[in-house]
């Protein structure tokens, strides 16, 4: 964090000084209270709740902004606390103030799917020219928004952040604080049912990611093959909408998308231009991916052809459809960090892709984002039309959750006997030991919150042996 000074801070957010006396250098802000704290701490009194000072008095240099002083107790000599009436303006004030202070270009990604692999690859590929600020793997809730914005600080240069949704209003919020001027929306799926009431609310609440934009020195930059984004998002208003994708109308364009060793090839076509690109990793949203940091970048200031070296050097993110040598030399598609219904679709569609002459099995589990209404059950059963439609060998249903998956592939025309209903990692084992050889290929598309239980983490070892957790 850039420290300020509590008297520059109180200029911009106002309140009342009601103990406390100097002029404070605060290197550290919170918005809510906890008993570990560091010196030099500014406290935004969001959560109301209790503060017993005592739990401070070795710290030095705290302040408290708060609307309930009453609820901050056994202050002693060294707190300063601060009374406003309007604790959520002057918080916000606060954020608009310190993002002010910097003249850099930030990035913010957001989609379905993608956002760790594209804010990875614009990293990856700024970094050897920049002093670059990102979100921390897959860490991208609002509970960190507050985290990363103070993260910047005078050394950063640039600043990419995945900004993901929850529910209407999220993606507003991390706009709001992080006020990107380069917005990358990858695509639009279905995911977060569990808090949008509808299909068609999720995507309008992704389409909030116009919302602040400056229309004239903004740049947006969509994918133009995705029909929601099409649905959702207005750009009438902004000069600077940057297309990404296969189609005539792309300033980024993919032709000749082919699997290589290891990853993509493709052609990228750029104002009459052509580059070859090679990206690690499979599958064709890989493609898009790669198409949206090479935009990215380029606005930044980086040449096409440079970006096009570093990619080829990509290091894959951990457990986004990584493939890893199996038992008795069979293939592992690790796909286990999360799972929506157009993560798990790309996902099969990768494993049909590279399963010619082999034979494919898919494990798959519940979507945890979607929650259990009706509109949760139909992409359930998408995704065991999806299963019959990539011609899958052998189907593995994991959890009650997802068993509409199992039941919609017979359904659709798959085998009984190809398709197998389980809850336990030992259960998933003597199911695959048959097939485990160099002829079978494994995806592994089941969320990383069930691969942490006990038998799930015995299956990933004898699943992949060098794997010792």
Known sequence: MKNLTLQEILKQIGGDVLQGSGNPLIKHVMNYSKKDINDHTLVFH???ERIRGKYWKQNHSIVIVTDKPDLCTELGNQITLIKT???EEAYWKFIEYYRSLFDIPVIGVTGTCGKTTTKEMIRQILREDYKVKATWMSMNSMSVNLRYLTGIDDETEVAVFEMPVAYPGYLRVACKYFQPQIRILLNIGVHHLADCETPEEYMKAK?????????????????EDDENIRKVVDTRHFHRVVYIGKSDR???RAKNIQYAEGGMNFTLEHEGRFY????PGYGGHNVYNALAAIAAASYVGIEIPVSIKRLASFEQVEEHLEFKKGIKGCTVID???NSSPLSMAAALQVLKDVSKGKKSIALLGYMPQLGEGPYAMKQYEEMGKKAVETNIDLLIVVGEEAEEIGRAALKFGMDQNSVHFCHTGDEVYE????HLDENTKILLKITHRVMKKSTFKELRKKLIPENDE
């Open 431 to 434: 199911i695959l030991r048959p």
């Open 335 to 337: 796909d286990t960090w």
């Open 46 to 48: 969001m959560d109301r």
């Open 85 to 87: 009436d309007h604790l």
């Open 207 to 223: 389409a909030e990611i116009v919302e602040g934009l400056d229309p004239e020195h903004g740049t947006l930059i969509l994918n």
């Open 276 to 279: 070859e690109v090679f990206v």
């Open 250 to 252: 792309c300033h980024f």
